[in-house]
């Protein structure tokens, strides 16, 4: 008990030196590693609601002012990530996801050079990968889809994400698994349109940010025509084993890409894996086909339909796990 109280004030004062500061980023990593230590020393069971109204408060005060800097949040998801899996709970679960929202929220407010900055130091770039696993993971739909847009809105910094992400392992997860969930989850519903295809630095084909590569200093960016799926395609062409790969609910690329793509999106990944048209979605029950009918996408419902003749005659042949699980039945002794 004793232990518990003096833990609960140093947390307190140092909660109360962040409300008195201008320099809250400094103070924000002191009581992190505050929390992280207490814990170290006294045990989860002893400082369990110590850490719970200490993250409580530093998301509160976070998702309250206007300019945090990366380095703050991503250290908070270094912790909050370490909690949950070394003492997992309804504390740590809450944790989790409150961050996932805050951390999406104020990503897609920072600067490029920020992310830059961390994605070429493999310890930061370690603990940004970490934060955004968490978005995967425990974020909604809507959190995720701030981080993805903001991952595609400069090329420079998505070419350097994605390579760092073929690159890295985060929390015992591999690196083309952490990188099929960041085309299922981050990328797919997004597309490169005229205001993320636009050069925001006016510095013509010399830029490294926009996505009109090699485009005239004297051609304007309205006659630019720039592939929607070009981040799709540039994520494939670094791992092109992406789209013929299931994730854990077993469901493939083409599977998310019918249900929420645009047409260009999904033929690029029906190109790379063509025999997925024919596999269903074990999630919804539905085909690709028509995954992409109830998104109301015509055109790529006809593509997928014309990709399998099998498809338009009605003729759906068994997917390949189907056909082994039936073949393991038959050969059952309980069979």
């Not at 070394?86 to 920072?110: N, W």
């Not at 004297?218 to 670094?238: A, M, R």
Request: charged residues 25%; proline residues 3%.
């Amino acid at each position: 008990v004793r232990r518990s109280n003096f833990a609960q004030k140093c947390i307190s004062d140092s909660i109360e030196d962040l409300n008195k500061t201008d320099n809250k980023n400094l103070l924000y990593r002191s009581l992190v590693e505050k929390i992280d230590s207490m814990v170290e020393l006294h045990g989860w069971e002893a400082m369990a609601n110590v850490a719970k109204h200490s993250v409580e408060f530093l998301l509160s005060n976070a998702r309250s002012r206007s300019r945090w800097r990366l380095e703050s949040f991503v250290g908070m998801g270094r912790l909050v990530s370490k909690f949950h899996r070394k003492h997992s709970c309804s504390i740590t679960l809450e944790a989790m996801k409150s961050f996932a929202m805050t951390f999406a929220s104020k990503m897609s407010e920072c600067s490029y050079f920020d992310i830059t900055n961390y994605l070429s130091s493999s310890p930061r770039a370690e603990a940004l990968l970490a934060s955004i696993r968490v978005v995967i993971e425990h974020g909604d739909q809507h959190a995720m889809g701030l981080v993805g847009k903001r991952l595609i809105s400069h090329r420079s910094t998505f070419s350097s994400f994605v390579k760092t992400v073929s690159e890295s392992a985060i929390n015992n997860i591999e690196a083309q698994t952490f990188l099929l969930d960041v085309l299922n989850k981050l990328l797919v519903q997004h597309s490169i349109d005229a205001e993320v295809a636009a050069c925001a630095c006016h510095r013509g084909s010399s830029c490294e940010c926009s996505w009109n590569v090699g485009a005239s200093d004297n051609v304007s960016e309205d006659t630019i025509i720039v592939s929607p799926s070009l981040h799709i395609k540039l994520t494939l062409d670094t791992s092109p084993d992406l789209a013929h790969l299931k994730d854990r609910d077993g469901r493939l690329p083409l599977h998310y890409a019918a249900a929420r793509s645009v047409y260009e999106t999904v033929a690029c990944i029906l190109e790379a894996n063509p025999k997925a048209a024919v596999i269903h979605d074990p999630v919804t029950g539905l085909y690709p086909f028509m995954l992409a009918g109830s998104n109301e996408n015509t055109a790529a419902a006809f593509e997928l339909l014309l990709s399998d003749p099998n498809l338009v005659l009605g003729e759906i042949p068994a997917d390949e796990d189907d056909e082994e699980n039936d073949r393991k039945r038959k050969r059952s002794p309980s069979m």
